[in-house]
């Protein structure tokens, strides 16, 4: 089977380019539910590439509430085989600071209440998958050559800790999550990465810091703050999964 790429949409990123040229967009409905919004299905750098925003065209679904089984299941049914998904995230590390892009290595999970596993005995299938590196190695070092290529500074590696939301942390909150090794904090990285996991499709995830985290910055953190740096850099991230696609052989 031919590899075929999905790009999952994080905060600020809705659309793709202008180059994506769309050939279909339908809501998908899955034996899950719905997906947040449209797939959409075109060609971008010359390949045939799918795009799913997360949040929904214009960030109506918070990070709780979206339907992760749904649009990961709707991509697996077109055989999507690589996701490149793209999350913001606030920093606590001091390499993290706002507007730095990041290829997280590994994540903890703090949330709950969410549907996260495909086998949750409903089906009579029950595995356990092995998630020691939650994200594909090879897609990591695809995307990693695509930034030394274009010059694009990019952090590899850090352990992306996933919070429920939709609030901010505490600023102890924030200090735990650093002893426990967090560098960057976000609220959609699970349960999506494992269930990529359990359909055996390739993701990694490209990162935005949109603000230092509670208790590291010196000020309170704003929308507004985030909505600016958001703003700034979310054509960076367009720009690094462009230049990703259009360096891998398909
Ligand atoms: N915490 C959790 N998720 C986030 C943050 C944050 O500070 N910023 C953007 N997403």
């Given at each position: 089977m031919a590899d075929l790429y999905a790009v999952i949409g994080g905060s600020g990123l809705y659309t793709l380019d202008e180059q994506f040229q769309i050939e279909s967009a339908e809501k998908l409905q899955t034996p899950y539910g719905d997906t947040s919004t449209e797939l959409q299905i075109g060609l971008w750098q010359g390949h045939r590439v799918a795009f799913l925003p997360r949040?929904?065209?214009?960030?109506?679904?918070?990070?709780?509430?979206?339907?992760?089984?749904?649009?990961?299941?709707?991509?697996?049914?077109?055989?999507?085989?690589?996701?490149?998904?793209?999350?913001?995230?606030?920093?606590?590390?001091?390499?993290?600071?706002?507007?730095?892009?990041?290829?997280?290595?590994?994540i903890i999970d703090y949330t709950s209440n969410r549907e996260h596993s495909f086998f949750d005995g409903e089906?009579?299938?029950?595995?356990?998958?092995?998630?020691?590196?939650?994200?594909?190695?090879?897609?990591?070092?695809?995307?990693?050559?695509?930034?030394r290529k274009s010059h694009s500074d990019l952090i590899d590696g850090g352990t992306y800790g996933c919070t429920n939301g939709p609030r901010l942390e505490t600023a102890?909150?924030?200090?735990?999550?650093?002893?426990?090794?967090?560098?960057?904090?976000g609220m959609t990285g699970m349960?999506?990465?494992?269930?990529?996991?359990?359909?055996?499709?390739?993701?990694?995830?490209?990162?935005?810091?949109?603000?230092?985290?509670?208790?590291i910055g010196d000020k309170a953190i704003t929308m507004e703050e985030i909505t600016t740096v958001l703003r700034q850099g979310v054509d960076n991230i367009?720009?690094?999964?462009?230049?990703?696609?259009?360096?891998?052989?398909?």
């Open positions: 949040h929904g065209a214009s960030h109506q679904v918070p990070p709780h509430k979206i339907n992760y089984r749904a649009n990961l299941w709707a991509l697996k049914n077109i055989d999507i085989t690589h996701i490149i998904a793209a999350n913001a995230v606030g920093g606590i590390d001091s390499r993290y600071g706002p507007l730095a892009l990041g290829l997280p290595d590994q089906s009579g299938e029950v595995e356990h998958i092995d998630f020691t590196q939650p994200y594909s190695q090879t897609l990591r070092e695809a995307i990693i050559r695509a930034a102890a909150e924030i200090k735990k999550l650093k002893m426990d090794g967090c560098s960057i904090v349960p999506e990465a494992a269930l990529a996991r359990e359909l055996d499709i390739e993701y990694a995830s490209i990162v935005l810091v949109v603000n230092w985290c509670a208790g367009r720009q690094l999964v462009s230049d990703t696609l259009s360096q891998v052989k398909i």
